[in-house]
């Protein structure tokens, strides 16, 4: 992100600015609107989302005058808003990726189906995309990303989600041609298999969060799917289904991740997990075979060796957005994408016994949770993606609970835009 600050500011100087579309004002959307009003040459000039009231609130918070806050449906009207330098709150989120003055949309709705259709249309209308909406990346990254390059425009996760900042350190050991053994990211919560919005009602409560969005970080799925997408990005792979997972402090990372033989817990190097004990942190486990890099490590005291821990003990989520429009704006590059296709696959586990005629309820509810697999691994077992899941799949076979959830096992009653995309995806791959 070097250098960012500088062009911001030449951006400014030459009295222009990145005009940001964003899609979804919840907690994440609220807060990046409120960053990048502290920003030099970028602004958030429209937001859509369900309720207009939050939208003004956000801007309003965030230090917009009410009288510069335009509300309204019409293209025409926020078009002329935005070149007398208002900004507009719309329930229609075709009218921002629409808007010919806008250069880069944010999906922060985290909702798959409807990020797909967000990132779809934002390709097609030859604007750059930045996805808070992970999920909807690893089930049909690998194609949007295909398309976004075809159209000469940036398909990108975002800095401050983990996956971002694993990339970042992954860059910076690779660049430097250091031997890189695992990637990783913290579990701030213990794992269990079976939460739901009823056992995690009174946290999210407590913590103003949804139940759903909670239970699926308590589940696991948030993290293997935060996973998946590093492995896609990389080509680093899950050493065993659903990762290790161990517990430890950074400083013991180092041993922890290294071969069975030298008394870790490796099968293969170049892999992704996560760890208990570490979060909000991420972190990249490095050796060398060189003596004098090796002297100079420990030098530094970067520890003993023969591995290393590059750590990073934050990440600011969508306040760190921005830089990741600035980037797709300003050099023409992404955060994070899926450079090497798709090399893993959250797939759906029961949470519970289904039996036919069950309706799935999604990610973070009460009928499944994400397992991560190398993709090799997914496509033998014909397991359903995770990110494919929503209230139109039905099942059609009792599966057990602890079992993957095939294509075989479900049914699709309404088409949505993320299976028309996956098959899309299937058929180009």
């Keep these: 992100m070097l250098g960012l600050n500088r062009k911001l500011i030449e951006l400014e100087k030459a009295g222009k600015e990145i005009k940001v579309g964003l899609i979804g004002c ?19 000039a429209a937001t859509a989302d369900l309720q207009t009231t939050i ?51 944010v999906d922060a709705t985290g909702v798959p189906n409807i990020g797909a259709e967000i990132a779809w249309k934002a390709i097609m209308n030859k604007k750059h995309i930045v996805m808070l909406n992970v999920e909807a990346d690893v089930t049909i990254g690998p194609l949007l990303h295909q398309m976004a390059e075809a159209s ?34 913290g579990k701030n919560n213990p794992l269990n298999y079976e939460a739901n919005p009823a056992t995690a009602e009174a946290e999210a409560k407590e913590k103003g ?18 996973m998946n997408a590093v492995a896609n990005a990389t080509g680093f792979l899950p050493d065993v289904p659903g990762m290790h997972g161990p517990s430890g402090t950074a400083s013991e990372l180092p041993d922890i991740f290294r071969s069975k033989a030298e008394g870790g817990i490796l099968n293969n190097k170049k892999i992704v997990d996560y760890v208990n004990g570490v979060a909000p942190g991420v972190f990249a486990i490095i050796s060398s075979e060189k003596e004098e890099v090796n002297h100079e490590m420990q030098y530094l005291k970067m520890g003993p060796g023969p591995n290393y821990i590059l750590y990073r003990p934050y990440h600011l989520t969508s ?43 999604g990610i973070g509810g009460f009928t ?58 299937a058929m180009s791959f």
């Design 26 to 44: 919840g907690q994440m959307g609220r807060g990046m609107i409120s960053q990048i009003e502290n920003m030099k040459g970028m602004r958030v």
């Design 55 to 105: 939208i003004q609130n956000a801007y309003m918070l965030a230090g917009v005058e009410p009288q510069q806050i335009i509300t309204t449906n019409e293209i025409e009207a926020a078009e002329k808003a935005m070149s007398e330098g208002k900004v507009v709150a719309t329930t229609d989120a075709s009218l921002v990726i629409e808007l010919p003055g806008i250069d880069v949309i």
């Design 152 to 185: 000469n425009v940036v398909y990108t996760g975002t800095a401050g989600d983990e996956p971002g900042c694993i990339m970042e350190l992954h860059d910076f050991a690779d660049a430097l041609g250091f031997d890189i053994v695992a990637l990783g990211k």
């Design 209 to 226: 969060s949804s139940p759903k969005m909670l239970a699926s970080f308590q589940d696991g799925t948030k993290t293997m799917v935060e």
């Design 319 to 361: 306040l760190e957005t921005p830089l990741s429009v600035a980037r797709a704006y300003l050099n023409q590059s992404a955060t994070i994408a899926p450079w090497h296709g798709l090399q893993a696959e959250t797939v759906a586990t029961a949470k519970k016994d289904l039996q036919p005629g069950d309706r799935l309820d």
């Design 368 to 425: 499944v949770y994400g397992t991560l697999y190398s993709q090799q691994e997914s496509v033998a077992a014909n397991g359903l993606p995770i990110g494919l899941v929503d209230a139109n799949v039905v099942m059609k076979r009792a599966v057990k609970k602890g079992e993957i959830v095939t294509y075989d096992d479900v049914e699709q009653e309404k088409e949505s835009m993320i299976w028309k995309l996956r098959a899309l995806q």
